[in-house]
């Protein structure tokens, strides 16, 4: 049994251990009081946390440098973290409450998931100026160029393979592998094209 007072002759003492949980007893009777009338207020400023996100490399580049910014200054308490999720990882990791957001193409997930669209994405295609590709360049001229593409080794579609199927076409991709330095070292040797976010791209 605990003993929170210690009663003497002359006054009622608190034992050691009703000290050093008082300051939280009376935090929590302080939210309960406000609770009860009403006056409960959320200061995002004082709320500290971990934001975890599922992004992929080439949209931190677009997300990151903005949000960043503006959670130092309106929630500085707030951390963040990216990580990078397969297509099949996002929803049992939605659900299982690992992730708090994932900024993506839309894929098919149960009526659990809630989404809502964010902004079209234009891609560009890089090659070497000697790339065959750049003699005559038009769809089917795209889909049978050789084509290297960056992804994780559990993924199976990308952005890109899904836009291409509504026109009937796939691309030929001769290099898949995980990290963009690498792919856009084999782009410079003239052969293969990549295709990348505009908005990664350098504005100058």
């Known amino acids: 049994m605990t003993i929170y007072l210690c009663v003497t002759a002359k006054q009622v003492v608190p034992t050691p251990f009703c000290q050093s949980i008082i300051a939280s007893v009376t935090d929590a009777v302080d939210t309960l009081e406000q609770t009860v009338s009403g006056s409960v207020s ?6 500290s946390r971990k ?3 599922g992004l992929r490399d080439i949209l931190e580049s677009t997300f990151l440098p903005t949000l960043v910014p503006k959670l130092i200054t309106d929630s500085p308490t707030i951390t963040v973290h990216s990580q990078q999720v397969t297509w099949p990882e996002i ?4 659900v299982a409450k690992e992730l708090d957001l994932v900024i993506d193409v839309l894929v098919p997930t149960s009526k659990e998931i809630q989404s809502q669209f964010i902004c ?6 890089i090659c ?18 050789y084509h290297t593409l960056v992804m994780l080794k559990d993924s199976k579609l990308d952005s890109v393979e899904l836009a291409l199927a509504q026109h ?16 856009a070292d084999v782009v410079s040797l003239g052969v293969i094209c990549y295709s990348l976010c505009q ?3 350098p504005t100058s």
């Open 42 to 47: 959320f200061d995002i400023n004082a709320t």
């Open 51 to 53: 934001l975890t996100l």
């Open 91 to 94: 929803e049992p990791l939605l």
């Open 120 to 125: 079209n994405e234009r891609f560009v295609v």
């Open 128 to 145: 070497a100026s000697k790339n065959p590709y750049l003699k005559k360049v038009s769809m089917q001229a795209y889909a049978d160029a």
């Open 168 to 183: 009937n076409l796939q691309r030929k991709v001769t290099l898949q592998c995980e990290h963009y330095f690498a792919a």
């Open 199 to 201: 908005s990664v791209m």
